[in-house]
């Protein structure tokens, strides 16, 4: 049985599942999977130990372990989403800084979020399309294509709007369409982009690879940019028993990031290494929801690659 089956099993079966018996599952998957030493874990541990450079041998060991259980529980709850009453999500969610940004919406001026693969994204967009605004943001297409229009149906579902992602099919074009009619929030991840159109930033001394998408789309619509972190926390008391669990998110909003007066392309870097200064000191305080189980920083990834990209954009440039 593939991934994708996998997937699909999941969809069917762990709605109708106890919340209880559910995390507990999905909680020992990720035990089972930290003490087998799989090389998404070993991955997890390298990129932890560069923005925690003080955890080491068991330290990294214990962190690394936190972080699976906090990547299968974002699955857990993925699976459970469309169960959840809006009393469940509202009570799973707290926000932080979100005033800046609706003042923003408020104002009838589309907004974009720029997020890393932390938390629960998919939660916190169920909560924000019900409490404040439209959301809409991009699906990377995946196979089977059964598997991704269960991932879109899903999303639609919660109430994001979606558009579907795919080289040559005009998505940046279709974002700026869509962000303004109705004014909506562009929530993008963008801590993981090896094409050529990749950023390389500085991360905490480390180079790392990125998406410009949410600069250049803010630039481009004349949006507000905000960086956009989600953590976990643990619930107690009447919120605990609110939500049905014994987790809810942060919702964590900083900006606007202003835009500089420069050149277009130096101000998407500009912009793009502002938001990962940001977003880098959240992932210090809270590694454990950091789910990047895949090669990011520059050290890790392959030169070879890279440099071909980099040889791509510039015959592309030369040819535009």
Same mark, same amino acid.
């Given at each position: 049985m593939n991934a994708g089956s996998v997937f699909l099993l999941a969809w069917r079966v762990v709605p109708k599942l106890p919340g209880p018996l559910v995390r507990g599952i999905f909680d020992l998957v990720a035990i089972i999977a930290h003490a087998a030493r799989i090389g998404g874990v070993r991955q997890l541990e390298r990129n932890l130990a560069r923005v925690r450079p003080d955890l080491h041998g068991k330290a990294l060991r214990s962190m690394s372990r936190r972080g699976m259980r906090s990547y299968m529980r974002y699955y857990a709850e993925a699976f459970q989403l469309p169960g959840m009453s809006p009393e469940q999500i509202d009570a799973r969610v707290r926000a932080v800084g979100v005033e800046p940004m609706m003042e923003q919406i408020d104002a009838g001026r589309?907004?974009?979020g720029a997020l890393t693969h932390s938390g629960n994204w998919d939660l916190a967009g169920a909560w924000f399309v019900k409490r404040y605004s439209p959301v809409l943001t991009v699906a990377e297409t995946l196979e089977p294509e059964e598997l991704f229009r269960q991932f879109v149906e899903f999303r639609e579902g919660l109430g994001l709007r979606i558009v579907p992602f795919a080289k040559g099919t005009g998505v940046f074009r279709r974002l700026l369409t869509g962000m303004r009619k109705p004014v909506s929030f562009v929530p993008l991840l963008a801590d993981r982009d090896l094409s050529?159109?990749?950023?390389?930033? #500085?991360?905490l001394g480390h180079p790392f690879r990125v998406a410009?998408?949410?600069a250049a789309l803010a630039l481009a619509g004349k949006a507000a940019l905000f960086s956009v972190h989600i953590h976990y926390e643990r619930l107690y008391g009447d919120r605990r028993r609110r939500a049905g669990s014994p987790w809810g998110i942060v919702i #964590?909003?900083?900006g606007p990031i202003e835009a500089p007066d420069l050149p277009q392309r130096e101000a998407i870097a500009d912009m793009t290494q502002r938001w990962v200064d940001l977003q880098m000191?959240?992932?210090a305080e809270y590694p454990q929801d950091w789910h990047m189980l895949q090669k990011v920083f520059t050290e890790d990834l392959d030169t070879d690659r890279l440099a071909r990209a980099s040889t791509s954009a510039i015959a592309a440039d030369g040819e535009a």
């Amino acid at each position: 049985m593939n991934a994708g089956s996998v997937f699909l099993l999941a969809w069917r079966v762990v709605p109708k599942l106890p919340g209880p018996l559910v995390r507990g599952i999905f909680d020992l998957v990720a035990i089972i999977a930290h003490a087998a030493r799989i090389g998404g874990v070993r991955q997890l541990e390298r990129n932890l130990a560069r923005v925690r450079p003080d955890l080491h041998g068991k330290a990294l060991r214990s962190m690394s372990r936190r972080g699976m259980r906090s990547y299968m529980r974002y699955y857990a709850e993925a699976f459970q989403l469309p169960g959840m009453s809006p009393e469940q999500i509202d009570a799973r969610v707290r926000a932080v800084g979100v005033e800046p940004m609706m003042e923003q919406i408020d104002a009838g001026r589309a907004t974009v979020g720029a997020l890393t693969h932390s938390g629960n994204w998919d939660l916190a967009g169920a909560w924000f399309v019900k409490r404040y605004s439209p959301v809409l943001t991009v699906a990377e297409t995946l196979e089977p294509e059964e598997l991704f229009r269960q991932f879109v149906e899903f999303r639609e579902g919660l109430g994001l709007r979606i558009v579907p992602f795919a080289k040559g099919t005009g998505v940046f074009r279709r974002l700026l369409t869509g962000m303004r009619k109705p004014v909506s929030f562009v929530p993008l991840l963008a801590d993981r982009d090896l094409s050529r159109d990749g950023l390389e930033v #500085d991360a905490l001394g480390h180079p790392f690879r990125v998406a410009p998408g949410p600069a250049a789309l803010a630039l481009a619509g004349k949006a507000a940019l905000f960086s956009v972190h989600i953590h976990y926390e643990r619930l107690y008391g009447d919120r605990r028993r609110r939500a049905g669990s014994p987790w809810g998110i942060v919702i #964590d909003f900083q900006g606007p990031i202003e835009a500089p007066d420069l050149p277009q392309r130096e101000a998407i870097a500009d912009m793009t290494q502002r938001w990962v200064d940001l977003q880098m000191a959240r992932i210090a305080e809270y590694p454990q929801d950091w789910h990047m189980l895949q090669k990011v920083f520059t050290e890790d990834l392959d030169t070879d690659r890279l440099a071909r990209a980099s040889t791509s954009a510039i015959a592309a440039d030369g040819e535009a």
